[in-house]
Each structure stands twice: as structure tokens, then as C-alpha cells.
């Protein structure tokens, strides 16, 4: 599969499904920027929030590229298409998205303890224009299911066993697939600036047997005590290379 380029907003991605792309990178000339709120910030407001403070920084509503979701809880299979169109029409009231080509990457987790009250956002990525600016680049969410299938109950690795060894196996193809999409960029672990893991399960076990001699762990992990947005998914990851990260006041700010 080959990249494509949304030359509107800087930025080449990784087709993926209707709801998100695989993964984006800055083109030539542009960086991506991170910005996260120390609330969630519920779907319609972040959107109005991602909105002001691109304009603020001169920035068009296509250089929004990624983003990162919290939700209350896992959803079904059809909850989750439900979600995903409210999410979408945005997209496509902003001009970043045509029929069902989504170039926005994108992690949604569910947090076990202190889950927000309503779908929000945690963070999001935008590119602004750098012309020495160095690779960057966001890989989207994936859980140990291949997408596109027509759902991920009949695909998942190890469907209902969370047992040390099946949660192994779950986290590899996680980290394969990071590893895929990264390649799409030129990138692999020795790129990245920071590394994110999804799960309620014990994932100790898994940096000496997996995480580790992939060299995922080069500048620590961030564990959130999250679970993947579809029932039955128990670990999920994403990663970056992005070196401007700021953080803004969130919930009702």
C-alpha cells in the first residue's frame, strides 16, 4: 500500500478505514506539533477548541492530522460505526475528508478508572511550516486485529484468552504492525520520540519478551490503564516522532 498526500494539509498519511488513517508524516517543508489537554475535553468543544487554536497560530483547518480519543467505555462493533459518522462529519465539514478516505490518524482508548462522562479529546496533532524542520511523524492506534476486515471479533489474535502467553502474542502483532506503518515513513523505533501502550493487563512480562529487543522501550513508554475502543481488544499501542509537545488547560477551559 502506498502513501498518499493531503497536500492541503502538509502532511502524507497511510490509507486505512473509513474512521482513520494508518499513520501520518509531515511533508517537506512542514513538522507535526503535539498538543495535549490536561482534562478530556468533550467531542463537540475539543473540536472547537482544535479549531480556535489553529487559527490562533495561522494555521487552515486541514493541517489537523491526528488526534487522540478517550471514551467511557468499550464500544460494540456497531456502537463504534455509530461514533465514528458524528466523528467523520466534522472531517468532512472541515474539508479534510471526501467520501470514505479519512487521512487523519487517530488512537480512541477507554480509561478503566476516571473514564471521561462522554467521548473527548486527550490530544491532537497538526502541521505547521518548517523548512529545516526534521522527519516527523504519528502512527494511529492499532489493536491485535488487522483492519478492514468487516469487523475484528472474527480476526482477533487469541480472541478471549488474556493469558500471559496469549497477551504476548497479542502485544507482537501489535508491535508489528507499529513497525509496518512506520516503514510506510522510513521510520522504526530507533525514530521514535514516544511510545504509548493501552491495556489493564499486566504488561511487565511483555518489555523483556517483546517490547524490549524490538527496541520500543528507547525512551521509556507511557502505560495508560486503557482499554481498546472494541470489545474483546485487550492491548493497543501507538507511537511518534515529534519534538514540539505543549500541554493546555482542558475540560471546561
Known amino acids: 500500500m502506498q502513501t498518499k498526500t493531503m497536500q492541503a494539509g502538509g502532511y502524507e498519511y497511510i490509507p486505512g478505514v473509513m474512521q482513520y ?36 497560530v495561522g494555521r487552515p483547518l486541514t493541517a489537523f492530522c491526528a488526534c487522540e ?22 472531517l468532512r465539514d472541515w474539508g479534510i475528508m471526501t467520501g470514505s478516505d479519512n487521512p487523519v490518524g487517530r488512537s480512541n ?14 490530544a491532537f496533532i497538526y502541521t505547521v511550516e518548517d523548512e529545516k524542520a526534521p522527519k516527523t511523524f504519528a502512527i494511529a492506534g492499532s489493536g491485535e486485529a488487522p483492519e478492514g476486515k468487516g469487523n475484528y471479533r472474527d480476526h ?18 501489535v508491535l508489528g504492525e507499529m513497525e509496518r506503518r512506520m516503514a510506510h515513513f522510513g521510520g522504526s523505533w530507533n ?24 527496541g520500543a522501550h528507547r525512551n521509556g513508554m507511557t502505560w495508560h490503564f486503557n482499554r481498546p475502543p472494541v ?3 485487550e492491548y493497543e499501542m501507538d507511537c511518534r516522532r515529534i519534538f514540539d509537545e505543549t500541554v493546555l488547560p482542558g475540560g471546561n477551559a
Open 21 to 56: 488513517s494508518a499513520g501520518v508524516s509531515a511533508l517537506p517543508g512542514y513538522r507535526l506539533v503535539r498538543v495535549r489537554f490536561d482534562e478530556v475535553v468533550p467531542l463537540k468543544q475539543g473540536f472547537e477548541r482544535i479549531a480556535a487554536h489553529l487559527k490562533a
Open 191 to 214: 525514530d521514535t520520540t514516544g511510545v504509548q501502550i493501552y491495556s489493564v493487563h499486566d504488561i511487565q512480562p511483555l518489555i523483556a519478551t517483546e517490547i524490549g529487543p524490538r
Open 69 to 90: 480519543l478517550r471514551s467511557p467505555g468499550q464500544f460494540t462493533e456497531e456502537g463504534f460505526e455509530e461514533f465514528n459518522r458524528v466523528y467523520t462529519g466534522t
Open 231 to 233: 470489545v474483546d481488544l
Open 109 to 122: 482508548v477507554c480509561p478503566e478508572i476516571g473514564a471521561p462522562a462522554e467521548p473527548g479529546f486527550h
Open 156 to 173: 482477533i489474535v487469541r480472541l478471549g484468552d488474556t493469558s500471559p502467553d496469549a497477551l504476548r502474542e497479542k502485544a507482537a502483532y
